[in-house]
């Protein structure tokens, strides 16, 4: 259809200015249509939408293509199509998207239902998807790229500079942790999007013992994945080598001659430290740990190997020079090198995702292979997931030749990419303001009170809200579900609240607890869930 189609547009009073404005210059004809008595347009209905054209357009409906109506009203648009005659879709939920809309209306399937900016988001996001799953499933492609040297197997996992930043984390502390435990953090890493599995060991102790169990434990939950062992104890990597882990973290100066020949037999690949721990050594500048590494590297050949140059903490040693130590190793070596993420976001206190984001991008600019990171704080958990999006958002950009930005995936969540320029600030012009005047005195509830709770799963869809109904301090019904509404509706039904304070309470505790599993936040009734910045500010 192109430029020869003609478009309606359904709007309100407010939204006109705006609407008019972006699509002044869009590639269809567009006649936009103010509907009578309406400023909010969010708040037209199939009904209301169908008299306005019947009384407006009658003569013209033989001319006009599509109708565009505002994406956030709340039904769909069938009962539209089918009385005029004329295919009827969602718009934008903002209005300063309609113009992009218009670009790309030859190019999308439009819905009656999903407004048009979501299934225009929807769309990049299974074409971003569809271009690494395609690559990760093209066995021609990957056997060709396998046989250059900074590529390797791990496992049945391809590791190395022409593949997607593989994210590794790490279980920390496994030898103390019960069967049970062990088994939902490995799920939870591989609910989160884990390519790998590290089972993390305690330094400075022996627990080889226990080693054989503890694969033998995780195997059926990693799948597929490869999984290593994060240990400088010579006997617990020979006992792990022998029990067919797929990788060893990792080898030094002081250990690698104890364990090579077990190495060599097994056909492990290892990360390579350029360290001696057994003596207290660590490079310090970033020509020493090059150097360093390049020896190891010399001293355990016939081996595969990844570089781990040491990623150092803020201000710690320097994160600056172990990055310059990165990028002259990748001068001279382009083999898989290990990026130690968790070594940063663990030791700052910030929020995990932009520090994520940040540092797999710096990765990918040195040619990093692997993320490594455990989620040991509760400022760093979800870090696997923010990790494995990075990764994936880096290898698209990378892929496509332009920065980390409108890829179709994001790690943009607790803001907003976009500013929606829709916001309508003088529809309260005129109306009378008031506020509260004093608080409300409390008043218990003669139907009984609620303590709200959250159980996290490994994913936000097995988690759940928890409401436990208390008649007379004493729990006599618990109502389980998955979002606030599911809760209390059924509070509702089972006439569980008579005061108007309480029900508003529980909705905002309740939405509270939903935000909080969410997000991975711990929810603690009647507490905030997030700092007032006012309160911080210097």
């Known amino acids: 259809m192109g430029e020869f189609m003609k478009v309606l547009i359904i709007t309100g009073n407010l939204a006109y200015p705006l609407i008019k404005n972006v699509v002044a210059n869009a590639n269809v004809e567009v006649i936009i249509h103010i509907a009578d008595n309406t400023q909010v347009a969010a708040f037209l209905t199939p009904r209301i939408i169908i008299d306005e054209i019947k009384t407006h357009f009658a003569n013209q409906l033989e001319e006009i293509d599509m109708i565009l109506v505002p994406g956030l009203i709340k039904k769909g648009t069938r009962e539209i199509t089918k009385e005029l005659g004329i295919p009827t879709f969602k718009g934008s939920t903002d209005g300063a998207d309609l113009a992009m809309v218009l670009n790309l209306i030859d190019q999308i399937e439009l819905s009656e ?9 929807e769309e990049k996001r299974k074409e971003a998807l569809k271009f690494i799953n395609d690559f990760e499933n093209d066995e021609e492609t990957i056997k060709n790229l396998l046989k250059k040297p900074n590529n390797i197997m791990i496992g049945n996992l391809p590791v190395g500079e022409d593949f997607p930043m593989r994210v590794l984390s790490e279980i920390a502390n496994a030898p ?26 305690a330094a400075g102790e022996d627990f080889s013992d226990k080693v054989p169990e503890l694969i033998d434990t995780l195997r059926p939950i990693v799948g597929d994945r490869p999984l290593s062992i994060d240990t400088l104890n010579a006997k617990e990597i020979e006992v792990a080598a022998k029990h067919g882990i797929d990788l060893v973290l990792s080898l030094d100066l002081g250990n690698n001659s104890k364990v090579l020949d077990v190495l060599k037999e097994t056909n492990t690949p290892a990360v390579l430290l350029p360290t001696n721990f057994s003596e207290g050594f660590t490079p310090k500048t970033p020509e020493e740990r090059v150097n360093v590494m390049n020896q ?30 990165c990028f002259e190793f990748h001068k001279t070596n382009k083999a898989p090198m290990f990026f130690g993420v968790g070594n940063v976001t663990e030791l700052m206190d910030a929020d995990s995702g932009g520090v994520n984001v940040l540092l797999a991008g710096i990765g990918m600019e040195l040619g990093v292979s692997i993320l490594f990171t455990p989620e040991e704080s509760g400022k760093t958990r979800g870090s696997v997931y923010e990790l494995s999006t990075a990764s994936k958002m880096m290898f698209l950009a990378k892929h496509r030749q332009s920065i980390p930005k409108d890829l179709g995936i994001n790690l943009v969540e607790f803001k907003d990419k976009h500013k929606r320029l829709d916001i309508i600030e003088n529809e309260t012009d005129g109306v009378p303001e008031v506020k509260q005047a004093k608080p409300m005195k409390f008043v218990r509830d003669k139907a009984g009170s609620f303590k709200i709770s959250v159980d996290y799963g490994t994913t936000v869809k097995s988690s759940r809200i928890i409401a436990t109904h208390f008649k007379k301090n004493k729990a006599d019904l618990v109502i389980v579900g998955n979002t606030a509404k599911e809760i209390y509706e059924e509070i509702i039904n089972k006439k569980l609240v008579t005061r108007m304070e309480h029900a508003a309470y ?14 991975g936040k711990e929810y603690v009734q009647d507490f905030d869930l997030f700092k007032n910045p006012d309160e911080f500010k210097i």
Request: hydrophobic share 45%.
């Open 176 to 201: 103390f942790l019960s069967k049970e435990a062990l088994i939902h953090k490995c799920q939870y890493f591989v609910d989160s999007g884990a390519d790998m599995i590290d089972i993390g060991m």
């Open 296 to 325: 190891l590297i010399e001293d355990t050949k016939g081996i595969d190997y990844v570089a781990d140059l040491i990623l150092d903490p803020v201000n710690s040693s320097s994160i600056v020079e172990s990055i310059m130590a």
């Open 506 to 519: 529980l909705g905002s505790e309740l939405q509270k607890a939903q935000i909080a599993m969410i997000t």
């Open 113 to 121: 239902d999903k407004p048009a900016d979501k299934l225009i988001e």
